[in-house]
């Protein structure tokens, strides 16, 4: 017989089954980048997925330092624009985030929603503070959970400049 030796496909196909098993049992990962401010200034902050199929509904509960940072505004991407969103930030240091819509979207490595921050004016030397996830839920259109991991970098911050001398 000419062609694939069948020990050669059966491995073949048993890494494929592997492989495609893993990224269904380990779902996406949902992350936050590293992110570097000065004190006193504004940052956006995305909160980024790796790759999803079908997303139709999240809901993510972050907190954050209430003393360093002051939450401004929560914008869509352009990539979930489809999706409604609310935010509740009533509370200093926590936000509420649901975004749902009647499609699912998909996409690779792209951004679901950017956050902006105050940094606190006057702060003395760098600091590293992170962003919290306490819970995050994805659902498809189907209504089925789509398992989600999280990985959040920390966010530098490093003192005002001092003002320049003017001769």
């Known amino acids: 017989m000419v062609g694939i030796p069948a020990r050669s496909l059966c491995a ?22 590293p992110v570097q401010g000065e004190a006193g200034q ?12 079908n997303l139709a509904g999240m809901k993510l509960v972050m ?11 929560g914008a869509r991407s352009k990539y979930t624009d489809s999706l409604m ?42 600091h590293n503070t992170q962003i919290e996830i306490k819970e995050i839920q994805l659902m498809s259109d189907k209504l089925k959970v789509i398992k989600c991991k999280t990985r959040v970098a920390p966010i530098t911050i490093l003192p005002s400049p001092k003002p320049g001398r003017v001769s």
């Open 12 to 33: 073949w196909l048993f890494t494929l089954v592997t492989v495609f098993w893993a990224s269904t049992a380990f779902g996406v990962e949902l992350y936050i980048p």
């Open 85 to 126: 969103h609310i935010i509740n930030s009533k509370k200093p240091g926590l936000l509420v985030i649901v975004m749902a819509g009647a499609r699912g979207i998909k996409g690779k490595d792209f951004p679901l929603l950017l956050l902006t921050f105050d940094i606190k004016k006057g702060l003395k030397g760098n």
């Open 63 to 73: 907190k954050y330092d209430a003393h360093i940072l002051t939450f401004k505004k």
């Open 42 to 53: 504004t940052i956006e902050i995305p909160v980024m997925i790796d790759w999803v199929d």
